[in-house]
């Protein structure tokens, strides 16, 4: 019999040091569960990359890496309860909401020209955080490169040549991107204007060579970069080309001139002969 | 027994943080070092992690782990993406040699000590990846005759133009060079016929010359090249007719000349014929 309560005190103290022992673990997990988010800090948003007022060029994605403290990233609507803690980015481009984010990556292809964008801490069900946890920037982008002087070049007709009335011009560029004009100004990029002896002759926005019919005479060429406000670069790039049309150039002369006149002189010459044979039957 | 158990528990983690203690590794499997990426074609960078956990940085009550962190890109020494997930890294890339470096980052952003990282410098092109460029003229023949104002047409193979806007050199990218009797003429930069305008009269060699983008010719040099005859237009009517009545008058002409001279050999005494 005592063997017996011996046996069932020794039971009873197992159970409890059991049941302690699971008051425990439950307390220990749900002190780390309570201290990692009710206590958490308040959350931070910082852009890392690219810098404020940064230029990204070649027309290429603009690659935005942010940074957060205290905050876990989730997908949008998986996250469970709000928790302001707990959530996504809201991006916005030029005060437009564009995306969410719950990766730290956000890749944004982006006209070219000046872009603000915005970063924004949101909850599962995407209300923004009390106070409100945002970051901003501000890029330019260019399909041009961000590198490098624009320069351009006349590669053809070369200065004070001999052309004829027909004549493409072409050129060389460097370090700027042609596009349409009418769009946003943004560095190393734009278009060409052409002048033909100072006045204004077209518009390139390609690679075409521009094709002129000349009169007689010496004319200058010239080719200046602006920009997608048809306003020339600062400083000035441009190129210019002085050269004589003959339309005679490399040609076969055009006999017809010479022609009529020698038709004219044989027929003098046939008249006189006429009127002076008549003198010479009456002698 | 529970204190066991919870030992047991608490040696979990332990004994896992024991197992992951070993260095990290990072590999990257492709591309590798100057590998061609052809036709404008994202670079896409796939890698092997070891002994190393990705997480987001800056989760709440984070602690700073030696097995445990992020993956941070730079391509030409930009920072370019950060990564939390095993998964190929897609980058969009201008055309040239990209130098991509990937680098394993602590929760606290530092580099890992020793520092863990791989780098890989593929090349990116609009041009095809494989093949050798050619260039060839189908039209005018060699040694044909024609005007003045010609079309070229250009047939080009395992070669892109692109616009040369200061990018670098890539494989099989660049423009075309069109050359008259060895001087510049035209470069094209688009897939359309060359028009050589105003060509002299005679004979005249074109050149059609592969360039990259800072203009030096292809090692080795591709080109293609035609010889053509230029010859004025047809005489027009006009230039025949007055051909014509020239031709007429001085047959007449001459016909009244001897005439004259038969007349007055006629009307001349006959003295003065001895």
Do not use: C
């Amino acid at each position: 019999m005592t063997q017996a309560m011996e046996n069932r005190r020794r039971h009873g103290g197992r159970r409890r040091i059991l049941l302690f022992s699971l008051f425990l673990m439950s307390g220990l997990v749900a002190l780390a569960l309570s201290g990692s988010i009710a206590s958490a800090a308040p959350p931070t948003l910082t852009i890392v990359s690219p810098a404020n007022n940064s230029i990204v060029g070649n027309g290429s994605p603009v690659s935005v890496i942010f940074a957060v403290t205290d905050f876990n990233l989730t997908k949008p609507g998986t996250g469970g309860l709000p928790n302001p803690n707990v959530g996504h980015v809201n991006v916005f481009v030029d005060g437009v909401w564009t995306a969410e984010a719950h990766q730290l990556t956000i890749l944004l292809d982006l006209a070219s020209g000046v872009h603000g964008i915005r970063l924004q801490l949101v909850t599962n069900n995407g209300t923004a955080l009390r106070p409100d946890v945002t970051s901003s920037i501000q890029v330019t982008t260019t399909q041009g490169p961000v590198n490098g002087q624009p320069t351009i070049s006349i590669t053809s007709p070369l200065p004070a040549s001999v052309r004829g009335t027909d004549n493409a011009i072409s050129f060389e560029l460097r370090n700027f991107a042609l596009v349409p004009p009418g769009g946003p100004s943004a560095p190393h990029e734009g278009h060409i204007h052409v002048y033909l002896d100072g006045v204004f002759y077209q518009e390139l926005t390609s690679y075409e060579p521009p094709h002129f019919g000349l009169n007689d005479g010496s004319h200058t060429i010239t080719l200046q970069l602006v920009d997608g406000a048809h306003r020339p670069l600062n400083p000035d790039v441009s190129a210019s080309v002085t050269f004589t049309v003959n339309p005679g150039f490399g040609r076969a002369p055009d006999l017809s001139e010479p022609l009529a006149i020698t038709d004219g002189l044989l027929g003098l010459a046939i008249l006189g002969l006429l009127l002076f044979r008549g003198k010479l039957v009456k002698r | 027994m529970a204190v066991i158990f919870l030992l047991g528990l608490f040696a979990i983690p332990l004994s896992s943080s024991t197992a992951r203690a070993q260095p990290p590794v990072l590999t990257i499997i492709s591309p590798s070092n100057g590998e061609v990426i052809g036709n404008g074609s994202a670079v896409i960078v796939t890698f092997l992690l070891t002994d190393f956990v990705l997480v987001q940085p800056g989760r709440v009550g984070q602690v700073v782990s030696p097995n445990e962190g992020h993956l941070d890109v730079y391509v030409d020494g930009v920072y370019s993406q950060l990564i939390t997930r095993v998964e190929p890294i897609v980058l969009s890339l201008d055309s040239g040699p990209h130098t991509i470096l990937l680098q394993l980052k602590g929760n606290d952003g530092q580099p890992l000590t020793p520092d863990v990282g791989a780098s890989v410098r593929p090349i990116v092109t609009h041009g095809p990846a494989v093949g050798r460029p050619g260039v060839e003229i189908k039209f005018p023949a060699n040694q044909s005759s024609t005007g003045h104002d010609v079309y070229f047409a250009v047939v080009l193979s395992n070669f892109t133009l692109v616009d040369p806007h200061g990018r670098p050199n890539a494989p099989n990218e660049g423009h075309l060079q069109v050359r008259v009797n060895d001087r510049t003429q035209e470069e094209l930069s688009r897939y359309e016929p060359a028009f050589v305008v105003d060509m002299p009269d005679g004979e005249n060699t074109i050149t059609v010359r592969l360039v990259n983008n800072d203009n030096s010719p292809l090692q080795p040099n591709v080109q293609a090249n035609v010889t053509i005859h230029i010859k004025a237009a047809t005489a027009t009517l006009p230039e025949i007719l007055n051909f014509g009545v020239t031709v007429l008058l001085i047959y007449i002409l001459i016909v009244l000349i001897l005439r004259r001279r038969k007349a007055e050999q006629k009307a001349a005494p006959p003295g003065d014929s001895q």
